[in-house]
């Protein structure tokens, strides 16, 4: 825990713990304790830490060109971009720099398809209760939750919400003004709330009869998560425009924006661009992601971790009596508290880092897990020991004794230091 206060911005939650280094699906601090990284970089780190495979290609593309703007292309951006056609509903992809880009990126391509259809009225958006797509202006525009917004008043105009799987409130919300709809399949930030496949699909019959365009904000479910490559596979709906980000650099800052053939076919030269997009370092280390994780093997592998930490989790929910259930989709998922308990979440996070294990909160009462995608069956035990260790030192004095015998958990040791 360095004091970093005084050189960083305040914008940050300080003191934090200060890593070193990782490797796989272990992270190192500076005194050399080891944590298991069930945050995963916020889910960039999909394929885990220390990747010698992504250091390689990146050394070489940096050597060969590291940099040549929007001037010109490159060949890592084009075979990228090649591969997320090649595997998704899009026609074309737009590369950002982040979430909140590609996000961004969204809006104004959703602007510019329905000013194109002679609609100079068609600016509405709708968004989300608990939904969060990004810090920049758009995006914020279309965030929920008022701490995140507040303050950079006022924000994009036209912008919507509705309750999230509520279809009747979106159904009050969508009308002939509407040109996107911006919804993530599975909501990270606001909870680790899994969509409906029912709500998806109504999102997108509504969408279809006002002539809206359904954006899938995929940034923190995409790309492996959910066990399929992209999360509207697993839900089996199609979005008019998808972005993605996180994972997809390998821990480079990359974003995309997967277009449709309507929305590709509407944008003209110069309506957008940005210094940094479909850089070469960043995308030719994104060609060997998207390479792991399209892999059917891969992908099986995902599907199979997530039935084991998500038994698990469910296990140590109907244990605990801190804890009301577990909630989420693929690997991406959560332990739930119960209202009375709510507040406790920072001690759960707190607790299960001193045992040797990041996790983060999300929303109002998650304690959320996102593993590397390439965490074993050993690490998801390990996690799932500390976790209910965690829970069991945090409960009320008066359920320990019971608790302890029915949890059943694999007792591990408070974080040690290893080399
Ligand atoms: N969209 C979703 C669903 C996210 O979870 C996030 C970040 O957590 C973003 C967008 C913003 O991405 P970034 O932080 O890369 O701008």
Known sequence: MRDESRTLAGVIHHPRLVLARGAGSWVWDEDGN??????AGLAVAALGHGRTDLADILRTQYATLEACSNLYGNLPALELAERLVE??????????NSGTEANEAALKFARIVAG?????GKTQVVAFRGGFHG???????????????????????GVRFASFNDLESARRAVNPRTCAVFVEPVQGEGGVVPADPEFL?????LCDENDALLVFDEVQCGLGRLGTLFAYEDYGVIPDMLTLAKPLGGGLPLGATLLSDRVAAALKP???????SGGPCACAVGVR??????EPEFLEAVRLQAVRLRAGLDRLAATSPLTARARGRGLMQAILLKPAHRARGVDVVKEARNRGLLVTRAGRDAVRLLPPLTCTPDEVDFALGVL?????????????ARSVVATNVVTTPVAAPVS
Do not use: C, K, N
């Open 201 to 205: 699909r109504g999102l997108r019959r």
């Open 34 to 39: 080891r944590y298991l990284d069930f945050t």
């Open 289 to 294: 992601v998207f390479d792991v994780i399209a």
């Open 116 to 120: 194109s259809s002679g609609d100079a």
């Open 135 to 157: 810090r920049t202006f758009g995006a914020l525009a279309m965030t929920h939750e008022p701490h995140y917004r507040v303050p950079f008043a006022p924000l994009v105009p």
């Open 388 to 400: 209910g260790d965690t829970l069991a030192a945090l409960q009320p004095a008066r359920h320990v």
């Open 87 to 96: 595997h998704s509903f899009a026609a074309r992809v737009w590369f950002a």
């Open 270 to 276: 110069g309506q957008h661009g940005s210094t940094f």
